[in-house]
């Protein structure tokens, strides 16, 4: 199995990192090929701007979304958005490892998102959810956070975690394509002591070991609505494709 | 009142910057003062890192949030970052104007957040939604997206819209105590025609002479959990606090 992780931590001695280096361990030892791209450490700029296009669909107005697909059609991508796309189209499973910052992702790994899921190879018209470009392909959300377990869920103060990242999870993950597997979340990292942080990596080296078993959260099917993506029937109407992910 | 609006469009020429311009107008037309930040002309920073902290409470880990803490309590807080921390404590209405990118902010905005909204003066311990440093003020996404208003809601493909920004409307601004009004959105926008926009600016000139009686979203409250943010009794454990955002 070919695995990217992308790891999204500015504090090497953090435990995100040590996630990312427990993971990476047990994906080569299990005879898996592996590429880790760590954004801090390669400076990777998150900012989508006019720079990313050397040349212009139309140099008066920037839609970013029609630029990448022209970028994608004129093979003039940018040159370190190409590099982390090559990478992103040849995994089989992505693994996303990274401190939840205000109930959702980083800003670099945000940026990461917003440059590299280019329009027109992950998604575009049609394609998307399970017609989306990676679909066939697993991924796999490792978020470590201050909060404590009983923070969330159902009639809790947060509501769902699942809930929180589903821009991530579904509006992201799911959108194009990926069959996303039931994160992995390290809670209340601040303040656990060294057994404790010790217990979670040896979870998390058994959850690695075990992909084949964890659960895929349910998405959205193309089947289930019409061409202008309305729901197709009245019995349809009640689907909810969003039930492992809401609350 | 005092108005700071956040916008985060990289094209001046957008619909987006074009609802940052109305909304200016309106306001300072209503006689409200004004101060816009706008993120890509200012060529905000948007990357948490070791270099927003000239001194450092542990120079050996970054634990972001603790030197922001400390840097608030030294006084030592990055120019950049105070200066846009002040622009929001001093306002009585902060309004985020963005188009929506994945389902959530575009990097350099959730980047402002990150660095802006510093631990020990926006939120901190039990300093959190109704307690948070920013009670008593408002706070209005103003958001626009290429997916159409049928993709939204209950059994739509998506789901709710504003389930889908649960983690900026209740876990940012409902978080650190932010009164949040419900959002104005602007659909389809890349495939609408100049009457039709128009329109829509029309619109939101109008929901910004009629704030007082815009919906404020439903908020977890302090009063319904322990110290440990616990629910308190099972008559509160129905208690769902995001009622109107999940979906």
């Known amino acids: ?25 047990a994906l080569r030892s299990g005879g898996h090929e592996l590429v880790v791209s760590d954004l801090y450490a390669q400076h990777f700029n998150p ?8 040349e212009r669909r139309d140099a008066n107005y920037l839609n970013y979304a029609l630029e990448q697909r022209h970028a994608n059609g004129a093979g003039s991508v940018a040159p370190d958005i190409r590099a982390e796309m090559d990478k992103v189209l040849a995994c089989d499973l992505l693994i996303l490892n990274f401190p939840i910052y205000w109930f959702s992702l980083p800003a670099i790994l945000k940026g990461w998102i917003d440059r590299v899921f280019t329009s027109g190879v992950f998604y575009g018209g049609k394609r998307v959810y399970d017609r989306g470009g990676m679909r066939g392909r697993r991924a796999l959300v490792a978020a470590t956070l201050g909060g404590r377990e009983h923070m969330f869920g ?20 799911g959108y194009v ?11 209340h990292v601040p303040y656990l002591d060294a057994t404790e942080r010790t217990e979670i990596l040896v979870r ?11 659960q ?32």
Chains 1, 2 share one sequence.
């Not at 159902?154 to 993950?173: V, W, Y």
């Open 177 to 187: 394509g990926f069959d996303v597997l039931t994160p992995f979340y390290a809670y």
């Open 1 to 25: 199995m070919k695995v990217l992780i992308v790891h999204a931590h500015p504090e090497p001695k953090s435990f995100s990192s040590a996630m990312c280096a427990t993971a990476a361990d």
């Open 47 to 54: 900012l989508a701007s006019a720079v990313d296009f050397s």
């Open 204 to 214: 998390w080296r058994e959850t690695l070991a075990h992909l084949d078993s964890r």
């Open 216 to 247: 895929v959260l349910s998405m959205p099917s193309l089947e289930h609505f019409d061409d202008q993506f309305r729901p197709l029937t009245k019995t349809e109407l009640e689907f909810q494709p969003v039930g492992d992910i809401d609350g």
């Open 154 to 173: 159902r009639g809790a103060m947060h509501g769902e975690l699942n809930g929180m990242l589903k821009p991530l999870l579904q509006g992201t993950l």
